[in-house]
């Protein structure tokens, strides 16, 4: 059964630095984009970065030039370097794959169960 599992997200201070990861696994045939999102109680899900099997990347613009996005060299691992933390970046971190799944061979949208990240003036 396909499953993103991400890392634990944490504390810091603003100013600060956080990575989070996410591995896909469990009867994967193809993956193509992964993404991160965040939300906060009470607003929508927003994206915040995404990298395509290719490399490309795209950013929220309230993130470009703080956060990083990329992928391991398999492919199904991706990570997301965050630095120069604002209190507003606080929020739940959702990992999200589109992928095919060996079971059923066709494409669907997966998420991770979420990470807090916290960041304190």
């Known amino acids: 059964q396909v499953q993103l599992v991400e890392s634990e997200g944490g504390w810091v201070q603003a100013g600060g630095s956080l990575s989070l990861s996410c591995t896909a696994s469990?009867?994967?045939?193809?993956?193509?984009?992964m993404a991160w999102y965040r939300q906060i109680p009470g607003k929508q899900r927003e994206l915040v970065a995404a990298?395509?099997?290719?490399?490309?990347?795209n950013y929220a613009d309230s993130v470009k030039g703080r956060f990083t996005i990329s992928r391991g060299n398999a492919k199904n691992t991706v990570y997301l370097q965050m630095d120069s933390l604002k209190p507003e970046d606080t929020a739940v971190y959702y990992c999200?794959?589109?992928?095919?799944?060996?079971?059923?061979?066709?494409?669907?949208?997966?998420w991770g169960r979420g990470t807090q990240v916290t960041v304190s003036s």
């Open positions: 469990g009867g994967i045939f193809q993956v193509n984009v």
């Open positions: 990298i395509t099997s290719g490399g490309a990347t």
């Open positions: 999200n794959a589109g992928l095919r799944a060996l079971a059923t061979m066709s494409w669907g949208d997966y």
